[in-house]
């Protein structure tokens, strides 16, 4: 992400908030007092929040507390139904049969790799995880806080694909490490782990359905023995529990003030988390605040809420100065853990958005457009909403994008079409979600460039190898870039523009 992304970020969270990009939306920690009107009368001071500013602090928190509530609703569908290609019972690894198709309706999924996850809670104890050898094939598991932080690689790149044991240890644990693990402090007591195996098509899958199987988590109280399944049943553990009793308009916020309290921010957050104890946000205890809110507070939560909620879904289709040639990358997107960095991860400012406000609205952003995203130096993302010349993508009309010299990486890149305004892969009836350098028949030129067919209806016979199918409406296409160079990463090397290929006479047959 561009320091040019990233100012618009900042103003809209500036603006969610309230006030404009240079005006700071905190209540003040103190107000003054009125005079009082004569010397032996005194008007009472009213040190409370007004209406607007409570909606304006509403705004805020709702900024704040969108990735951390949206990311443990996912654990919670993940672990609570089967659904989910990857969806397992708490503390089990989830493993995904095939690559992920139209049925799956999580935002961005990839259809490069197949998924080998984790729901985990190390509140109770620590879990050993086993990692195996991978080789060549393109292997990662990346560790995700309950705030969304990545916070450890393992992998092709964190690890050079080495076999390895770990123990996954909470927080509070200061218990002592057994012979043969490695320690891994895992940030919050819920975490997730979402591993990613490079597939080159169906034929592969076999391949790395074995590393799969050998990527296992146990509870230290059970190892060196396997985790069963035996006895348990999607949803037997209510790991994050909240008050059941809230109005449904609420629930955001009970579910913030009671995860919060499960799973606490950084200690450098400690401060400004403070500021949102108007909101009842901080308010202790299993029954909730908002089972019996003042109209005021409600008033200002449900209004709060809507004016962030909507600012945020305009910054996804408003487009950047920095886009080049259409495309918004995001190598610096998913820079904003500040806080806990392990085992390959790179802690270094330039990995980092320094600002904690700019950090937080980046966070949302990265959230809504593209959960469990990695940091650029893992992969690269680049999305897209216009043609070269600047208008909207719509299956009306038909592309082509031609790489005359293809993304320089370390692992592989692809183009994956989504729908808008859900970012789900796109249903069609060749059950093609995406093309890239793993793609088996993807044709190059005697010149190396590669040029990919854009479009509903499927090209004439020839183009067929490199046609990616679009849907009726609008779309969104993504790039992805697994272990981009630094050509990639430092913006030397630029995508080219998708340019509209047909006329407006040929559109409107």
């Known amino acids: 992400m561009t320091k040019q992304l990233l100012s618009v970020l900042i103003m809209v969270a500036a603006t969610a908030c309230g006030g404009s990009a240079e005006e700071s939306s905190a209540i003040p920690a103190e107000q003054t007092a009125p005079a009082p009107t004569s010397g032996d009368e005194a008007v009472e001071a009213d040190t409370g929040p007004t209406a607007e500013e409570l909606t304006a602090l509403a705004s805020e928190a709702w900024i704040y507390g969108y990735p951390h509530i949206y990311h443990i609703d996912e654990m919670l569908h993940s672990t609570g139904t089967d659904e989910l290609a990857t969806a397992a019972p708490l503390n089990l690894t989830g493993s995904a049969t095939r690559l992920a198709n139209a049925d799956d309706e999580f935002v961005s999924v990839n259809n490069d790799t197949i998924y080998h996850t984790l729901m985990g809670d190390v509140g109770d104890e620590p879990l050993v995880l086993n990692v195996p050898a991978t080789g060549d094939r393109y292997f990662l598991l990346q560790f995700i806080d309950a705030w969304t932080n990545n916070f450890a690689y393992l992998g092709t790149r964190g690890t050079e694909g080495r076999a390895g044991k770990y123990l996954l240890a909470g927080p509070g644990w200061a218990g002592e490490v057994p012979e043969g693990l490695t320690l891994l402090r895992i940030p919050t007591r819920l ?12 034929r592969d899958l076999r391949a790395a359905r074995r590393i799969q199987e050998n990527t296992w988590v146990t509870p230290l109280s059970v190892y060196p023995e396997q985790a069963t399944r035996e006895g348990r049943e999607f949803g037997d553990r209510d790991f994050a529990p909240y008050d059941h009793e809230v109005p449904e308009e609420l629930v955001f916020w009970e579910k913030l003030r009671s995860w919060m309290a499960l799973c606490p921010p950084p200690a450098a957050e400690t401060d400004y988390i403070a500021r949102f104890e ?40 408003a487009g950047s100065a920095s886009a080049v040639n259409g495309w918004t ?40 457009a593209g959960l469990w995203g990695n940091h650029g130096y893992e992969a690269v993302y680049a999305m897209t ?82 046609w990616l199918p679009a849907p009726e409406g609008p779309f969104r296409p993504a790039m992805r870039m697994y272990l981009p160079e630094a050509a990639i990463t430092d913006g030397t090397y630029e995508l080219p523009a998708i340019r509209r290929v047909d006329t407006e006479e040929s559109a409107s047959e």
Not at 191 to 202: D, L, P, T
């Open 278 to 317: 108007p909101l009842g946000l901080l308010t202790p205890g299993a029954e909730s605040p908002y089972r019996d809110a003042s109209p005021e507070l409600q008033g200002a939560l449900i209004a709060g809420l809507e004016a962030a909620k909507a600012h945020l879904e305009a910054s996804l289709t």
């Open 191 to 202: 975490f997730a782990i979402i591993g990613r195996i490079a597939v080159n098509g169906e």
């Open 385 to 466: 909403n216009v043609d070269g010349d600047g208008e909207r993508l719509t299956g009306e009309h038909r592309y082509e994008i031609r790489f005359e010299t293809p993304p320089p990486v370390g692992a592989f890149w692809s183009i994956t079409m989504y729908d808008h305004p859900n970012y789900f892969l796109v249903a069609n009836d060749t059950n093609r979600y995406a093309l890239g350098s793993l793609t088996r028949g993807l044709r190059t030129a005697r010149d190396g460039s590669v040029t990919i067919s854009i479009s509903r209806e499927a090209p004439p016979r020839a183009q067929r190898a490199n």
């Open 329 to 368: 990358l995001t190598t610096h997107l998913f820079d904003y853990n500040l806080d806990y960095f392990e085992v390959g991860t790179i802690d270094s400012d330039e990995w980092k958005i320094a600002d904690r406000s700019a950090a937080f609205a980046a966070r949302a952003f990265a959230a809504r």
